[in-house]
């Protein structure tokens, strides 16, 4: 039973540190108890990168959505992803965009609004956004570095198909 207790301690503190990324954190909560999306402001608690769904599942070599987040989860050793229909969203230090320079993978600069689904939604059955690879705690997020190693193994991957489907 302590189990499910530190387990909900723990999401309500990953909560209460996301919301202060809301401009209404009352709206936010409620927007997740109702099973929607909390808007969240990126470039003060975090920032994300937006990945294409094509090039994460060519760099996980898989479309299960368990294996793809089984992957994400090594490769960017446990930082937080968002899935939805066709893109990621691997959350990273709100400084990213500054220097990011992938354009095969868009930064959200500071100001830009994110759809955040509720921290205890970690599968993808009948949800049209999860968490892919749950946040573990509050301001633990993706090393800038293993995202665009994956980014980079992505479009390595993605050009060799596309040169091996022209041959």
């Not at 009352?26 to 003060?44: K, P, S, T, V």
């Not at 987040?69 to 990273?92: C, F, H, K, N, Q």
Request: proline letters at 6%; charged letters at 20%.
């Amino acid at each position: 039973m302590s189990a499910i207790t530190t387990d909900r301690d723990r999401f309500i503190v990953i909560e209460d540190w996301l919301l202060t990324a809301a401009s209404d954190a009352q709206q936010a909560r409620w927007d997740w108890g109702e099973g929607g999306l909390a808007l969240l402001r990126c470039g003060d608690l975090f920032t994300a990168i937006r990945l294409p769904g094509d090039s994460v599942r060519a760099a996980a070599s898989s479309s299960d959505p368990v294996e793809v987040s089984t992957y994400l989860t090594e490769v960017l050793d446990g930082g937080p992803v968002i899935a939805s229909r066709s893109r990621y969203y691997a959350l990273v230090p709100p400084s990213t965009g500054v220097v990011w320079q992938h354009p095969d993978a868009e930064c959200l600069t500071w100001g830009t609004w994110l759809g955040v689904p509720p921290v205890t939604r970690t599968t993808c059955e009948g949800s049209l956004q999860y968490w892919a690879v749950p946040m573990s705690s509050p301001g633990k997020l993706c090393d800038v570095d293993a995202v665009s190693q994956l980014v980079r193994l992505a479009r390595q991957l993605l050009s060799g198909q596309e040169a091996g489907d022209g041959s």
